[in-house]
């Protein structure tokens, strides 16, 4: 059965819930998994040993705390002390005896290094399995979290996924790294990369995936310093596109435009859980890098709040007031990272709690393509670009801001933003040295 990201991701589909008899929680563990294994073949051999009643607990257990020891499996700071024990301590039962089968499982080959590691430190975490660490033990506490990321079930992702809290723990599924795009293409993505519990759908044979989350990956924290934004000097702000989602949605616009609603240029405002088409990939990862975080709602009620930023990310911030494009036109320093920005102009109520669309997309006349009259519109032929092979950024000079340069791209690259591929690190790095 093959497991799919919505329009983006596959891989092999591996039933986490009968590998340890329960949902798990995420393991942070190094990319380099994808080549080659980070885990001693000795620990492996441990675990074989153990379920076949070789060695006893004790010996099995030495391993994992081995990979704890070396942050091969990162425990959560806020751990219950109960979980762990002193190295003194030899009469304590540490393991139920069914984890057994699964160290006979991961031994024989049956289930996958990160896969067995993963319920392990599910296990760790609950109290079920109690281990002895070392106070001296290389410091977690290193990976950089952020102000616009938390730490969340032993990763740091973005701030976006706050609502994550409120669903029963573990919220996350560990992916892994390797993942196939639609088109048949294979990318490692540079970040870790989880599901979201019980937020798929059987169709077929394969599990399909509404969404992804990101999360650090602490081995690679040098890479992400050269392309994050923490400890720059300049302040940067990504605009969330809550409107656009809000379009999107349905009953929407696109429900007009397809001739199903003949009154669905009203439409409700969303919650501002953004999907592909409201560039959430893009979204969680400037913000996971340290970009700031604000909505395009924050903007047209007080379109002075870009005056406190030196660079504005402009995401698939397709429908936007005369407010917003005044504001972000008129900054100096833009970044329209996703073609089809700014293209229809919408009217917001807040009363009602609801946008409607004013002009553009071929409204009120079919004739009319840009709701501004925008001559740097660049919807086509870049939109449809997903792949972004040949993916460039090139300057416009935009008179509202002074002639200040401004920076577009020649695709829609959503889908390539987490990839370990140079495209994308130099992409990153691009907008970070604007």
Not at 214 to 237: H, R
Not at 294 to 299: S, V
Not at 330 to 351: C, K, W
Request: glycine share 6%; net charge negative; aromatic share 12%.
């Amino acid at each position: 059965m093959a497991q799919i990201f919505s329009r983006q991701f596959t891989k092999t589909l591996v039933i986490l819930y009968l590998i340890i008899g329960l949902s798990i929680s995420p393991i942070t563990i190094s990319s380099s998994w994808a080549e080659e294994s980070v885990i001693p073949s000795w620990i492996k051999n441990n675990a074989g040993w153990w379920a076949s009643g070789m060695i006893t607990e004790d010996e099995f257990l030495k391993g994992i705390e081995y990979l704890i020891n070396e942050n091969i499996i990162l425990i959560d700071t806020t751990i219950d002390e109960k979980a762990y024990i002193p190295t003194d301590t030899s009469d304590t039962k540490r393991v139920p005896d069914w984890v057994k089968n699964n160290a006979g499982w991961w031994a024989g080959d049956l289930i996958g290094d990160y896969d067995f590691l993963n319920g392990i430190k599910y296990l760790i975490n609950k109290g079920v399995i109690l281990v002895s660490v070392d106070d001296n033990r290389k410091d977690s506490s290193t990976i950089i979290v952020p102000n616009s990321a938390m730490f969340f079930e032993g990763t740091a992702i973005s701030n976006y996924w706050e609502f994550l809290k409120d669903l029963p723990s573990p919220a996350l599924i560990p992916l892994g790294h390797n993942l196939e795009l639609p088109n048949g293409n294979t990318v490692t993505s540079v970040f870790d990369v989880y599901g979201i519990r019980n937020n798929f759908t059987v169709v077929g044979d394969n599990v399909v995936w509404d969404t992804v989350v990101f999360g650090l990956n602490p081995s690679l924290m040098e890479n992400y310093n050269e392309i994050a934004m923490w400890d720059d000097p300049q302040k940067a702000a990504v605009v969330l596109p809550i409107f656009t989602d809000s379009a999107y949605d349905s009953p929407g616009f696109y429900n007009y435009y397809s001739g199903e609603c003949d009154s669905c240029t009203t439409t409700k405002i969303s919650d501002g859980e953004l999907s592909y088409n409201s560039s959430i990939n893009g979204y969680q990862l400037l913000t996971l890098l340290g970009y700031s975080p604000i909505t395009d709602i924050d903007i047209d009620k007080n379109p002075s709040i870009l005056k406190k930023y030196d660079k504005i990310i402009m995401l698939h911030n397709e429908y936007v007031t005369r407010t917003m494009f005044d504001a972000i036109t008129s900054h100096p320093n833009v970044v329209y990272l996703y073609p089809n920005a700014l293209y229809a102009e919408i009217e917001v109520d807040y009363d009602n709690d609801t946008i409607t669309l004013i002009r553009g997309h071929n409204y009120p006349q079919p004739e009319i393509t840009n709701g501004f009259d925008w001559e740097f519109d660049n919807t086509r032929p870049y939109e449809f670009d997903h792949e972004c092979k040949t993916m460039k950024m090139y300057s416009i000079k935009d008179p509202r801001s002074g002639g200040n340069v401004h920076w577009m791209t020649t695709c829609y690259p959503d889908d390539v933003f987490h990839s370990s591929e140079h495209i994308t690190t130099t992409l990153l790095q691009t907008i970070k040295d604007i």
